[in-house]
């Protein structure tokens, strides 16, 4: 958005009041700042918030509609969404467009090649506006609390990480993952403060599709950043294992996951029980 600068202070401060108002009224708080970067008689706005989670998007109408939902009720409002379509050929575009449509802390991005997840991330990133960034993958979602959760931890450090666990779709059940005692291969637990990706040059590699999240993490960690690991109070990322997604998983893997899920389950039950008596 650009002004002139000819308009007088009190006009601009109103205009500004009313879109605050007006955003506010659908998606919680956000901040209007004049940009340092204004080019001859412009005054340039831009809006920040504190949380942007990036969304890669490929082929995923079946799921996509749970993953967004998650986020759009997330208890944490303060965010902007970015999904990046990835050159689906299935209905996952006009999805997106359909929640843009709804809230309008979405942004949908296509990409009309098909170029792999680290470049759909990378393009989230470079357009991302939040003093932290997150990831969730487009088959997966996250509790309601999720992101308030990592944000109240984020005073100070460069990398908050959450809890994910693992679960299918055949149930809700889930096992939580193994604790890692090297960098991981996932980002979607954690969010990362932009400007340490930005000060550090920090991306995605673009000469691989798998495994670009642990040489993602590995990029961070080798700068000696600032990390909490946030303690387990029942607020994860379901990280949700399929046949057919990018890291294949065979049925008899899937079925010794639901196998271990349902144990687990009956464990916290009777924890649970206990407790009540």
């Known amino acids: 958005m650009t002004v002139d600068k000819a308009l007088d202070i009190e006009t601009l401060e109103k205009a500004i009041f009313a879109i605050q108002e007006k955003i506010k009224k659908y998606n919680g708080s956000f901040t ?118 990592l944000y109240k931890y984020s005073e100070g450090n460069d990398i908050i990480e959450g809890i994910f666990v693992d679960s299918t779709n055949n149930s809700d059940n889930y096992v939580h993952h193994k604790k890692f005692t090297s960098p991981q291969g996932y980002v979607y637990d954690s969010i990362f403060r932009r400007k340490f990706l930005d000060d550090n040059n920090i991306r995605f590699p673009t000469n691989i599709r798998i495994e670009e999240d642990q040489l993602f993490r590995i990029s961070c960690y080798k700068l000696n950043p600032k990390i909490v690991n946030t303690p387990d109070v029942g607020i994860y990322y379901y990280y949700k294992r399929r046949e057919g997604s990018l890291w294949k998983k065979s049925k008899r893997h899937l079925a010794r996951i639901d196998r271990r899920a349902k144990i687990e389950e009956k464990k916290r039950r009777k924890i649970k029980k206990t407790e009540i008596i």
């Open 32 to 149: 209007v700042k004049m940009s340092s970067r204004a080019v001859g008689e412009n005054v340039v706005f831009v809006y920040s918030v504190k949380i942007s989670i990036i969304v890669p998007v490929f082929n995923n109408e079946k799921y996509l509609d749970r993953s967004i939902k998650s986020l759009i009720n997330q208890t944490f409002k303060d965010i902007e969404i970015i999904c990046v379509d990835d050159a689906s050929t299935d209905n996952s575009l006009n999805i997106l467009n359909k929640y843009k449509m709804i809230d309008n802390r979405i942004k949908v991005i296509h990409l009309d090649i098909n170029k792999g997840p680290s470049i759909a991330r990378n393009t989230g990133i470079n357009l991302a506006v939040g003093n932290f960034i997150g990831f969730t993958d487009s088959d997966d979602y996250v509790d309601k609390e999720f992101f308030e959760n």
